[in-house]
């Protein structure tokens, strides 16, 4: 079984400070990993994934994530972050030959100005 | 190009009604998915197509019908549908299914609101 969870509905931060958006993941075998954001009435943007190799991935927007194996996490950072980013932002987990992406519930992540 | 169209961005329909989704892409991807996401939740599967061949129908209900022609375009058949399927419909591809590094990302359209009166 697969599944993951986005502990967090709602982050708010302050423009010019570092972002996180936390993801856990449970998968049998090796993750594929991924980050998408919605902005409203929009269809999901992919920002990053994590497929093998190191366990930082940096992604699109200055967006990256960092791979956590004995923690099963991927959290999505950002060091600075913009009014811009505010959005809805999925963590998304395939398993090893798996044809299915599995979605957290989402977390809205407001910037205030 | 990672492009995924979707249309019409909106439609309202009765519940006698017939309507059809498309979702076209041209960036030779294989495989083609739909999702269906109500709001304020996270999309969730409901048919995948490979090599324009029902792969993955996770027990969709009849009303819902896909379908698709050829390896660029995917059709999403409505008939007799009921208010509680009214939702965002998104459409999205990859290169292939489960496989290599370079396969596993799915690309995304902006969705079709669909309204259910």
């Known amino acids: 079984a697969q599944s993951v969870a986005q502990p967090e509905d709602q982050v708010n931060v302050a423009e010019g400070n570092p972002l996180t958006v936390k993801c856990t993941y449970s998968?049998?075998?090796?993750?594929?990993l991924f980050w998408y954001v919605q902005y409203p009435n929009r269809g999901l943007q992919f920002l990053l994934k994590y497929i093998t190799g190191d366990n930082l991935v940096k992604g699109s927007y200055g967006f990256e994530a960092e791979f956590n194996k004995s923690q099963t996490s991927f959290h999505l950072k950002k060091p600075s972050a913009l009014v811009s980013d505010s959005a809805l932002y999925f963590c998304a987990v395939r398993g090893p030959g798996a044809n299915n992406l599995f979605f957290g519930t989402g977390t809205r992540l407001t910037v205030i100005p | 190009d990672t492009e995924v169209t979707q249309t019409p961005k909106h439609l309202v329909m009765g519940m006698t009604n017939k309507k059809s989704l498309k979702c076209e892409q041209h960036m030779g991807h294989r495989a083609m998915y739909w999702y269906k996401q109500k709001a304020k939740k996270p999309p969730e599967l409901m048919f995948v197509?490979?090599?324009?061949?029902?792969?993955i129908n996770e027990s969709v209900p009849s009303r819902f019908s896909p379908e698709c022609p050829n390896s660029s375009l995917l059709n999403l058949h409505l008939h007799a549908l009921q208010p509680e399927d009214s939702a965002l419909y998104l459409c999205?591809?990859?290169?292939?299914?489960?496989?290599?590094?370079?396969?596993?990302?799915?690309?995304f359209g902006p969705g079709t609101r669909l309204t259910v009166l």
């Open positions: 998968v049998s075998g090796n993750p594929y």
């Open positions: 999205a591809s990859s290169w292939g299914l489960a496989g290599g590094p370079g396969t596993d990302t799915q690309y």
């Open positions: 197509y490979s090599y324009e061949k029902l792969s």
